[in-house]
């Protein structure tokens, strides 16, 4: 008889190690968030022309996505605690290229470095975590608080981003990532331990080449489609983006050491999460895209109060993953995955009763019980994920976490934002006044924001009426897009009911993993 020695409990150096590793991924999650107040300014400065604008914008999330499986995999086989060092140091150093950028080019090349640097966090962080926190318990609170760090950043980087922007250049904003990371730089070879596998082959680099173009050119085309509308080019995109994603699987098939296991994917619990996940994702994504529009342009608030007025709804997700581990050894995955969702729509047909007047404290209380409800959601499937995973390949896995998060985002926007796009097209063309004149009803027809722009130059109650009726507008299209949304939530709820309800939870699976290691042991 075999006696099973529970896993070792994470004592005070691994607790420190994660608000260390919660600090690279708040930062990670803010340099996706601060860069759309300083677009002004550096519109002034740089003059780039529309094309460099979105690529200014758009670039660091492309790279971001589309190394995040070659970089877990890299972790795994080099060691995640050097990779997230290394990355760490090149973020930085490019965060002060990027600052002090001369020409549209310099800082879209900035941008791009960004991201290809910023792919090394969040797979590093996530699997350097499950190898410090063995304790099923500990672990999922772990997870929970690095869940939070990622909406704290989404609702800091605003924050913290305009008041930067309101004492100094727009280059100060890169700079906010220097202080973060020499701390961890300083501390992560003092509290992080060191993790690879031990049996990892080379890295093949057209693997690593054909995974980063396969979803740089699926995002690339889904991002193209929301802000374009459906074309030729997005389509071909995409198309090629998966012919490319089948070649790079059919290979990892033939090689002896795959960047990423396909092995993984034949795992039930572990495609059932990632699509949970990837699904959640879209929903998020799909609401906030209207969420920071709504507070800016239909309420008129500055980017800074609207910043203010997206902190409960972070504090919620912050509160929603904190809660997730404690009710987690008396209720089923399947059941707190399915309640959150079922919560979150709750929330999201709140989203359906804001008007383009009072609407504030609705949208507010909307935002807040989707965000108690998706916040635990993210992290039991994300455990889930990586938990299926073998120990050393968590990094791998934890990459493909990651690219099916930056994947359903992607989606949602496009999909959401298309629907949003097309309601307010064809909702504006009904509203505007006759005597607008053709130029300036097509340029008020293509967003918000321009309609926007086209009423401050109109005569007063001309520009009044096209202002109304493009916020009327883009209300009809926020209602009906959030009533989609709670549809999808709703049908996602149930699937997840089904598809999960024999995932146990993290801990039961802990156990049987230990036990079947003991059996072969004493086999």
Wanted: net charge negative; hydrophobic share 55%; aromatic share 6%.
């Amino acid at each position: 008889m075999t006696v099973m020695d529970s896993p070792p409990r994470a004592g005070r150096r691994e607790w420190v190690g994660l608000g260390v590793l919660a600090l690279a991924c708040l930062l990670y999650v803010m340099d996706l968030t601060v860069l759309h107040l300083a677009v002004p300014a550096i519109s002034a400065d740089l003059q780039p022309s529309s094309a460099q604008l979105l690529w200014i914008i758009d670039i660091y999330g492309f790279f971001v996505a589309g190394s995040l499986i070659t970089m877990g995999t890299l972790g795994d086989r080099i060691g995640r605690r050097k990779l997230l060092l290394i990355g760490a140091a090149a973020f930085g150093a490019v965060s002060v290229l990027a600052a002090f950028s001369t020409s549209a080019e310099m800082l879209i090349v900035s941008r791009a470095l960004l991201g290809i640097a910023g792919a090394t966090l969040a797979p590093s962080t996530l699997s350097l975590i499950f190898h410090m926190f063995q304790d099923p318990k500990q672990r999922s609170v772990a997870i929970g608080f690095w869940i939070g760090s990622f909406s704290a950043g989404s609702a800091i980087g605003p924050v913290l981003g305009g008041a930067m922007l309101e004492l100094f250049w727009w280059g100060s904003v890169f700079l906010l990532a220097l202080p973060v990371m020499a701390l961890l730089l300083i501390l992560g070879p003092r509290v992080l331990p060191e993790y690879r596998d031990p049996e990892a082959g080379r890295l093949d680099l057209v693997s690593a080449g054909m995974s980063v173009a396969a979803v740089l050119a699926v995002i690339y085309g889904l991002k193209d489609i929301a802000q374009n509308g459906l074309g030729s080019i997005p389509v071909l995109s995409i198309l090629a983006g998966l012919a490319v994603g089948v070649v790079f699987v059919r290979r990892q098939r033939t090689l002896a050491d795959p960047v990423i296991d396909v092995g993984l994917f034949r795992i039930t619990s572990f495609n059932a999460a990632l699509a949970t996940n990837f699904l959640a994702i879209f929903v998020a994504v799909g609401y906030f895209l209207f969420v920071a529009q709504y507070l800016q342009l239909v309420v008129g608030l500055s980017p800074l109060d609207a910043g203010l007025w997206s902190l409960p709804s972070a504090f919620g997700f912050i509160i929603g993953s904190q809660l997730a581990p404690r009710v987690l050894h008396r209720v089923r995955p399947a059941l707190v995955i399915g309640g959150g969702l079922l919560l979150s729509a709750i929330g999201l047909a709140l989203l359906t009763q804001v008007g383009v007047s009072g609407g504030l404290p609705a949208l507010v209380a909307g935002s807040v019980v989707i965000s108690l409800g998706l916040a635990p959601v993210f992290g039991l499937t994300t455990e889930l994920i990586v938990g299926s995973a073998p120990p050393e390949r968590a990094g791998a896995a934890s990459g493909i976490s990651e690219t099916g998060a930056e994947l359903g985002g992607a989606l949602g926007i496009a999909i959401m934002g298309s629907i949003g796009v097309a309601i307010y097209r064809a909702d504006l063309a009904d509203r505007l006044p006759a005597d607008v004149p053709a130029g300036a009803a097509a340029i008020a027809r293509d967003t918000l924001g321009s309609a926007v722009a086209v009423a401050a130059e109109l005569p007063g109650q001309l520009g009044a009426a096209v202002l109304e009726g493009a916020r009327e507008a883009f209300v009809q299209g926020m209602q009906l897009s959030s009533a989609i949304a709670a549809v999808v939530a709703v049908g996602l709820a149930i699937l997840a009911l089904r598809i999960l309800r024999d995932a146990p939870a993290p801990s039961e699976a802990d156990a049987d993993t230990e036990l079947e290691t003991v059996s072969s042991h004493d086999g």
